[in-house]
């Protein structure tokens, strides 16, 4: 009785835990195809208590489908991903897989450290949701071989569910053949002391061969995430040179810096992140991006109102956000991998699956002119996304500071993408 009311009042996220190694345990106990039976030893409690678990476990899975249909939320939608991911692994009824289920990601760079962080997040449902298997490819370069050779040992041997293959390459062409999801990591990072510039000669060349590898192999609906650096220009790169893949569908990561933004904020006002809603990135995913405050809510009241501090807010707040990959750096010594692998997952998940009513969330993608902001730049804008296509968010005021901020930024960025072009005409 006492182990029934203890499990009757877990939450149901630790409950989702307990459901997966528990079941985990008695998998395990299945005897070996052709071993001797083990005898079974009865015991009252682990019998009362599996029959307790047995009703606690059908009353969850009856949960999650509730939460998958709507009818009852997670508890936070900002980690819906994960909780999701949770689900996947913790509903042992999931249907058997057809070709229809499985979701062929590939990460590029999966050698380097956010592919680290980033290949078990895939693998758990994080970035494609739930009911979906996950057939990973991993692409890094042949020096990088061994490695990636030990990132698939421990990657099968995180046994997940969702996941149904993981696969090596170092030759890109084999690693793009039918990929539905590119996540494209691969390059050469920014180290301490190095400016952003000084990784996009290298970079962009990569982009550049790598675009047409995607066209030709991928599949004709493939959806591109640029997260390596310079992550704006090597996406205009990569779209320039793979002219068959619709524009839509190549984007970059600036979810990262909207998380940054969410969190600051969250922070500052002694709020939960969750309460924190559309803020925006504009801009390049550089020292110019402009994260904005001007039409972002805290509990659903303006930013600006709950933290009453405009000059914060105009000040010290954008220089963090817009730091905070460098302060990363200095820290560790390497830039960030963890929250970066985190924010792919967001960027992702929100695309396939859609924003929540009422919200937007901010994505490198290329501009249709809207805002002012020259045509064909990849630029992060606010955007929501609906049956698995993005729309820049319309119609918002901007103030007089925020036109110049987001025009300082275009700027850079035209000048990024015409330097790209003079280091490929250089290289070529
Ligand atoms: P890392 O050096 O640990 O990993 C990069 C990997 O890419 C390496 O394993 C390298 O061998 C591989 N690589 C190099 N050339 C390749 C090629 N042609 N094909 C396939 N793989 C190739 O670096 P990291 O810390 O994982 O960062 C990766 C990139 O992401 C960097 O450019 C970094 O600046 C960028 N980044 C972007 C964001 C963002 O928010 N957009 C955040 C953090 C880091
Ligand atoms: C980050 O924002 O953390 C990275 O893009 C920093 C960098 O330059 O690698």
New binding site residues.
């Given amino acids: 009785r006492i182990v029934r009311t203890v499990v009757d009042n877990v939450t149901d996220d630790v409950y989702a835990v307990h459901v997966v190694q528990v079941r985990a345990r008695l998998a395990r106990r299945r005897p070996a195809p052709g071993a001797r039976p083990r005898p079974r030893r009865r015991h009252p409690v682990s019998r009362s208590t599996s029959r307790g678990f047995a009703r606690r476990a059908r009353a969850f899975d009856g949960r999650c489908r509730d939460r998958r249909r709507g009818s009852v939320p997670w508890r936070t939608s900002r980690s819906r991903g994960h909780f999701d991911a949770f689900e996947a692994r913790a509903t042992a009824t999931m249907p058997a897989s057809t070709v229809d289920d499985v979701v062929t990601v590939l990460i590029t760079g999966a050698a380097g450290q956010i592919g680290y962080a980033l290949a078990p997040m895939v693998c758990a449902g994080a970035a494609t949701g739930p009911g979906k298997k996950i057939a990973l490819k991993l692409l890094d370069v042949e020096f990088a071989s061994e490695a990636l050779r030990g990132v698939k040992m421990e990657i099968m041997d995180c046994a997940f569910d969702a996941c149904v293959s993981v696969d090596v390459f170092t030759d890109c062409e084999k690693a793009c053949e039918g990929v539905d999801v590119a996540i494209m990591v691969g390059g050469f990072?920014?180290k301490q002391g190095m400016e952003?510039k000084d990784?996009l000669g290298k970079n962009v060349a990569i982009y550049k061969q790598q675009a047409s590898a995607l066209a030709s192999k991928a599949k004709k609906d493939v959806k591109i995430v640029v997260v390596a650096?310079p992550?704006n220009t090597n996406a205009k790169i990569l779209a320039k040179f793979a002219p068959s893949i619709p524009r839509g569908n190549v984007t970059c990561m600036t979810r990262?810096?909207h998380n940054r933004a969410l969190a600051q904020l969250g922070e500052r006002s002694g709020k939960a992140t969750i309460e924190v809603k559309n803020a925006i990135i504009w801009g390049n995913?550089s020292s110019t991006q402009y994260p904005d405050v001007n039409h972002a809510t805290i509990e659903g009241k303006p930013a600006r109102e709950v933290i009453g501090n405009d000059a914060y807010l105009d000040g010290d707040f954008v220089d963090v956000v817009r730091a905070?990959?460098?302060a990363?750096?200095e820290a560790r010594k390497l830039?960030?991998a963890l929250?970066?692998a985190s924010s792919v997952c967001d960027h992702v998940y929100d695309w396939i699956h859609g924003t929540k009513e009422g919200e937007w969330t901010s994505m490198g993608v290329i501009s249709d002119g809207s805002y002012g902001v020259p045509e064909g730049l990849v630029y992060s804008f606010p955007v929501t996304c609906t049956g698995g296509k993005w729309q820049i968010v319309q119609g918002l005021s901007i103030d007089e500071r925020s036109r110049k901020l987001m025009d300082e930024s275009a700027k850079e960025l035209t000048e990024e993408f015409e330097l790209a072009e003079q280091c490929l005409a250089e290289s070529a």
Wanted: avoid cysteine.
């Fill in positions: 990072p920014r952003r990784v650096n992550a990262l810096d995913h905070r990959g460098a990363i750096i830039s960030s929250s970066a």
